[in-house]
């Protein structure tokens, strides 16, 4: 059992009260039933979570949209489980799903996990969404700054010149400087 499936697990177990179908949802190794509970009706979140996550895990398509709204959840251990099930996922609609989240003004208090995973992915998306993201956060008075300094770190891993404006743009800011320094340091010499 790998440690983000242990944490799904721990999570979720208070949350589903130690049932029968916890147990079993765990446990089966039928894809098909998994399927099923990510369509049935009245089924718990937690039901949903653990088939979306057991789906993706084994590279899966039918996990994704499932998947992608776990993503953007409230609950930030949910999008955890969910940004590591879409890394394994594979989908091609990934990166572009994740980006619109991450850009997504209206959303931002939930778009730390989008961030993160679009750095995971180093997909072509992944540049001009933490570009557009951190700019949009550098406005004085910005309450994300979470957020911004995954944007910073995420930019300085993916080592593209095209972050360098907004890089710089960062350094003055209080608690990005430090990053967008070290971030810009990473960056190719132009």
């Known amino acids: 059992m790998d440690e983000e499936f242990r944490s799904l697990t721990n999570r979720l177990g208070d949350e589903a009260g130690g049932s029968e179908d916890f147990r079993r949802l765990l446990a089966t190794e039928d894809a098909e039933e998994l399927a099923l509970v990510l369509v049935e009706r009245e089924r718990p979140l937690w039901a949903r979570e653990i088939a979306a996550f057991r789906l993706g895990c084994r590279g899966d398509r039918r996990a994704f949209e499932a998947l992608v709204l776990l993503l953007n959840h409230r609950d930030p251990e949910r999008c955890v489980s969910a940004a590591h099930a879409l890394r394994l996922l594979g989908d091609p609609r990934t990166p572009r799903a994740a980006a619109a989240l991450a850009t997504n003004s209206l959303r931002t208090g939930y778009a730390l996990h989008p961030v993160r995973l679009l750095t995971a992915l180093r997909a072509p998306e992944s540049v001009p969404a933490l570009v557009s993201t951190l700019h ?55």
């Open 136 to 190: 949009r956060l550098l406005t004085p008075g910005e309450p994300h700054w979470r957020v911004a300094l995954a944007c910073v770190e995420g930019l300085g891993s993916l080592g593209d010149d095209r972050a360098r404006p907004v890089l710089e743009a960062a350094l003055p800011h209080p608690r990005l400087g430090t990053a967008a320094a070290e971030a810009l340091r990473r960056l190719p010499a132009g």
